[in-house]
């Protein structure tokens, strides 16, 4: 067997499974309503996943060829604190921009 008909194998494999998966929660229980635990655990599903995207990003930025910056932490922990201080998403996201770049100004 070839490469190229092994890679579109396991295309076609992970393709079909992550349909699967997906189709398992969308199609089936899609037109019922969940039991109160499991939409009061659900609610936490973007809280978890949006820091989980982040962090590595700050810890080991692409920019800097995966070594930590402290320019980068800086802003980092500046965008949590506003975060929880206002309770507001374009509160951090700005204020963690602007201590970005002041701090990559400062240093040169």
Do not use: C, K, Q
């Not at 699967?20 to 655990?41: K, T």
């Not at 922990?77 to 929880?84: F, Q, R, S, T, Y």
Request: net charge positive; hydrophobic share 60%.
């Amino acid at each position: 067997m070839s490469d190229s008909a092994r890679i579109w194998i396991l295309i076609v494999t992970v393709a079909a499974g992550t349909f699967l998966i997906r189709y398992s929660f969308i199609g089936l229980v899609g037109d019922r309503s969940l039991p109160a635990w499991a939409e009061r655990m659900l609610r936490y599903v973007p809280v978890s996943v949006m820091p989980a995207i982040a962090a590595p990003l700050v810890v080991w930025p692409h920019a800097t060829g995966g070594e930590t910056n402290p320019a980068r932490l800086l802003a980092g922990l500046a965008a949590l604190a506003l975060g929880i201080a206002t309770r507001n998403l374009l509160a951090a996201i700005f204020g963690g921009m602007a201590v970005l770049y002041l701090a990559l100004w400062l240093v040169g």
